[in-house]
Structures are given as C-alpha cells and as structure tokens.
C-alpha cells in the first residue's frame, strides 16, 4: 500500500476502522491495562487462566513493512479452538514523530464465534498516545475466540506520517485447547485404556 492509497484508505474508512476497534474494546471493558502495570496480581490472574492453554503467538509486522502468509489444512493448529487472547504491543516513536499517527492491521486465519471478529486494527490515538517516546499497552480479550482454519494470515504497519519501530516482546498471543471432537477421542482413548488396565 503506497502513501496516496493509504491517504484514500484512511480518508474512506476512518470512522468504520475506529468503531471496530471501539467495538473491540468494548468486548473487553474490564481486562485493558497497561503494560507497566503488568505485575503481581495481574500475573497471577494470566498465569492461572493459560495454566492448561496452549499458546500460539503471532509477530506485529515492523514498521514499513508487511507479513503475508498462508496456513494450510496441515497446520498442526488447524481445528484448535481459541478460548482467549492477549495483545502486548510497546512502541518507539522516534524525536519529531507523533505516536498518534502509529497504524498496524492484522487479519487471522480464524472462524470466529458469533459476533466475534478475526482481525484487529490498532491506532495510536485509540489509546491516547501522543508525541514522541517510548508507549505500551496491553490487553486480552474473547473477541477473537473461535477455530482456527486453513486461511491466510495478514499483518502490515505502513509507518506512513510515523517515524518509529515496534520493540522486542510485542506480540499477540491466543490461548488455545483442542477441538471437541479431539477432545472427545481423547476421552474414549483414556476409557479404554482403563479398561485394559481392568
């Protein structure tokens, strides 16, 4: 995407983009905080909800740059649901550039839940940032909670009127368990093997 299609983009789509991230964090009134603030009892609270999740964990793409890539029916992840997700995101907005202008998009190779979304659109001004130096912030939501399927995964940062970079430790993580039907083999495997054991 060049400067004059992200300029068209961005005059075309504002309001409709925005309200999805409003909706977004609507979906999680109680869970946004900062990462500073990622401590004691708010660690706990993480660890003891994905103590017996799996974590798959997507990369933001870095600034200026774009991610693209294809999840085929062979991914070891296809089928698993996604009973959580987190977002961890720390920026650099470097001297003269404003971090309200910072833009990243990432679409999901997810089915979602019923009014439930696969991509995310995330804009500095959304969380107030402003200026230049060093922002963060953090959340987890269940808007994302669905089953992963073959599809592609998309990710772009443009970095247009921004001058900065995405810092180590951002990423988005989903916690996700088995399918049911896994599940369910999974039982009838544990109910023979008892009975063998009979």
């Not at 961005?10 to 609507?26: F, L, P």
Request: proline share 4%.
């Amino acid at each position: 995407m060049n400067e004059k299609e992200l300029s068209g983009f961005r005059e075309t789509s504002d309001n409709r983009i925005r309200a999805g991230v409003r909706a977004v964090q609507t979906a999680m009134p109680t869970t946004k905080f900062r990462l500073s603030a990622l401590t004691g009892a708010c660690a706990i609270l993480i660890a003891a909800g994905s103590a017996s999740a799996e974590v798959v964990t997507f990369n933001f793409a870095r600034v200026g740059q774009s991610l693209s890539y294809f999840w085929g029916a062979d991914n070891e992840n296809i089928g698993k649901q996604i009973v959580n997700a987190r977002i961890f995101l720390s920026i650099d907005s470097f001297p003269g550039s404003d971090a309200a202008n910072f833009f990243t998009d990432h679409s999901f190779p997810i089915e979602p839940e019923a009014g439930g979304t696969n991509a995310i659109v995330i804009w500095g001004s959304d969380f107030g940032w402003s200026g230049s130096g060093k922002f963060e912030v953090a959340f987890e939501t269940t808007a994302f909670n669905g089953v992963f399927v073959p599809a592609r995964f998309g990710a772009e940062t443009p970095g247009f009127d921004f001058d900065g970079e995405i810092l180590d430790g951002s990423r988005i993580e989903f916690e996700v368990v088995p399918a049911p039907a896994s599940l369910g083999l999974a039982a009838l495997g544990l109910a023979a093997a008892a009975r063998r054991r009979r």
